[in-house]
Structures are given as structure tokens and as C-alpha cells.
């Protein structure tokens, strides 16, 4: 049965993919809801279009181009078949207070908005994909060896992430700051089943997981999420702010890490446990970090890099 939405647009109802005649095929497909991420594509999706059976964009509302540049950046790998572009057309509340204001039926609801958005997986399993993260060539491959695995029982995998922070790319491309003193592992892969929809929670979504399911999580190091210090990081946030505050909420811990890196290094500070990273001439920052500077790490569980290291004089194990 559809889940109809309270504002009465037909066409954005949803309809669940084991609820339709078409059976689940095996494998793995990536769901990235973005808005007003041209810049980031052109880093993001070439490793996942490599590594999943399918990946499904959908455009909520971008003004520069996002769904172009996602059709261009496909074509040009010569797997532009792997690639499906939905649109979205609704605002969706921002997280924290304004999420809470919005019922979870309406279509400007986060958790609507997400189930809307994996309703339209055709595959047994997905992955809960954003517009800013950017697989190691061993994330790359990783996920792509899970992706005819996971099929087999319910699992849930969760997959570690560093942000990147990076300078006005007009500016400088050759330059950005990894953070390595916060090590974020969230659960990014789901199967496709009516135990896995997504429900209205506090400050955003939340996907609803059975306790008795599998969790896996994915090594350190595969993956890093870009952040612009020349852009507003914290735009789908009701009050950003918030986070300056120790005593805020233990559920945005994250965030007042991010919020800290950010404002830190736009004040011309490096934080501990923050790696300051240049790139050889001609060399982007992020195909750098990605394809040389994390594959030189040693995998370990616990320490930092000190305040203001550097990437070309720093150990390869962190401390």
C-alpha cells in the first residue's frame, strides 16, 4: 500500500519496492540526495559508479547545475547506465527544529523525503550516499567486493569517514585539512526491506534497524567528506550555532566537532588532531589525499596527529 503524503501530490507518493510487481535484483545501489553539489560530483561519483550496480541522484532543487554535471561525469566514465536522476521539488525542513515542526507525512518532512527517495531502489541492498563523500581506491574496492555479499542476509554496514576541509578551490586547489582527531562511523548501508524505512527522530531522520541484525563496520581511512570553508557547511541545519555550546546535545557531538574544525581554520588555526595537507603541483588536494595520502597510513584505532602537522613532514601512523 502507497504511503500517501499529506499535501495530496499523487506523483510523490510512495509506493515500496517490495510492495511493487518488480522483484529486488541482487545488488547495490547508492542513493545520494543532494542539493548544489557540482563541484563535489566530479570526485564522488566516479569510485561509486565503479563500485555499485547502480547509483540513483535525487536533485532537490539545485540552482548550479548538480543534475548536469552528474549525466556528464557518468558519460564520460562510459557508465552513464548506472546513473538515474530523480527529481525532488519540495524544500525539506532543515534538521533540529524545524524538522521537528514538520509532520513526518508531509513531502517537506526529512524522513518522507528519504523514504520517498530509497522507494525507488530496485536493488536488494543501498547505500545511504552523500553528495560530499569520496571513496579511497581500497574504499572503492571494498565496496565493491560487499556488494555481492551483503545480499545473502541482513546486514548493516557502517563506513568511516574524515571531513576534508578545503580553501576557495579558486583560490587554492592544491591545499586542505584533514581531520583526523574525529573518526565518524556511521551506518551507511542497509538491506531493502520493510525493516529498514526511515522514521522521524529528534534533531533528523533516523533508519529504523531491527536489534538482532548484523553490523559490520568498514576499516578507518576509506573515505573522506569534503567541507568548503568558503561555503555554509551548516545551511540544512535549523540553528548551526547550537553547536558552539559544550552543553548542547550529546546527538550533535559530530557536528560541534565540524563546527569547531571549521571556524578554527577559517580564523587561520589547525586543531588538534587536524593534518594540514598540500598537494604536488598540478595534483588537486582531494585526489591527493585519497590516492596517496590515506593509502600511506597505517590502519590503527586510537591516537591523533598533533596540532599542525603537515602532510609532507608527518609520520604515516597517527599519534
Known amino acids: 500500500m502507497s504511503l500517501r503524503n499529506l499535501e495530496g501530490h499523487d506523483?510523490?507518493?510512495?509506493?515500496?519496492?517490495?510492495?511493487?510487481?518488480?522483484?529486488?535484483?541482487?545488488?547495490?545501489?547508492a542513493v545520494l540526495r543532494v542539493k548544489d553539489e557540482a563541484a563535489n560530483l566530479p570526485f564522488v561519483l566516479p569510485p561509486l559508479?565503479?563500485?555499485?550496480?547502480?547509483?540513483?541522484?535525487?536533485?532537490n532543487g539545485s540552482t548550479d547545475g548538480t543534475a548536469e554535471v552528474a549525466i556528464e561525469t557518468a558519460r564520460s566514465l562510459g557508465l552513464g547506465e548506472r546513473l538515474t536522476v530523480r527529481d525532488y521539488p519540495f524544500a525539506v525542513a532543515r534538521a533540529g527544529a524545524e524538522h521537528l515542526e514538520v509532520h513526518e507525512r508531509s513531502v517537506h518532512s526529512l524522513s518522507y523525503f528519504y523514504n520517498w527517495a530509497f522507494a525507488q531502489v530496485t536493488t536488494a541492498y543501498s547505500w545511504k550516499w552523500d553528495g560530499d563523500m569520496?571513496?579511497?581506491?581500497?574504499?572503492?574496492?571494498?565496496?565493491?567486493?560487499?556488494?555481492?555479499?551483503?545480499?545473502?542476509?541482513?546486514?548493516?554496514?557502517?563506513?568511516?569517514?574524515?571531513?576534508?576541509?578545503?580553501?576557495?578551490?579558486?583560490?587554492?586547489?592544491?591545499?586542505?585539512?584533514?581531520d583526523l582527531g574525529w573518526r565518524n562511523r556511521e551506518e551507511w548501508g542497509f538491506p531493502t526491506g520493510p525493516d529498514f524505512v526511515y522514521a522521524k527522530a529528534f534533531e533528523w531522520e533516523i533508519r529504523r534497524t531491527p536489534a538482532q541484525v548484523r553490523r559490520v563496520a568498514l576499516p578507518d581511512l576509506l573515505c573522506v567528506e569534503l567541507k568548503h570553508l568558503a561555503g555554509d557547511e551548516f545551511a540544512h541545519w535549523t540553528d548551526p550555532a547550537s553547536f558552539a555550546d559544550p552543553a548542547g546535545s550529546w546527538r550533535t557531538q559530530r557536528k560541534r566537532r565540524e563546527w569547531e574544525v571549521f571556524h578554527a581554520l577559517r580564523e587561520g588555526?589547525?586543531?588538534?588532531?587536524?593534518?594540514?595537507?598540500?598537494?604536488?603541483?598540478?595534483?588537486?588536494v582531494v585526489d591527493h589525499v585519497v590516492r596517496t595520502v590515506l593509502p600511506a597510513m597505517k590502519r590503527v584505532t586510537q591516537g591523533t596527529y598533533r596540532s599542525g602537522s603537515r602532510a609532507e613532514d608527518a609520520p604515516v601512523t597517527l599519534r
Open 49 to 59: 559508479l565503479r563500485c555499485t550496480d547502480a547509483v540513483l541522484l535525487v536533485d
Open 269 to 284: 588555526e589547525v586543531p588538534e588532531g587536524v593534518l594540514e595537507v598540500t598537494a604536488p603541483d598540478g595534483v588537486h
Open 11 to 29: 506523483d510523490f507518493d510512495i509506493t515500496w519496492p517490495w510492495e511493487r510487481d518488480d522483484r529486488l535484483r541482487r545488488g547495490a545501489t
Open 134 to 178: 569520496v571513496l579511497t581506491r581500497e574504499g572503492e574496492l571494498s565496496l565493491r567486493d560487499l556488494g555481492w555479499q551483503v545480499g545473502r542476509e541482513p546486514v548493516v554496514v557502517r563506513m568511516p569517514r574524515h571531513g576534508l576541509f578545503l580553501p576557495d578551490p579558486l583560490e587554492d586547489d592544491r591545499r586542505g585539512w584533514l
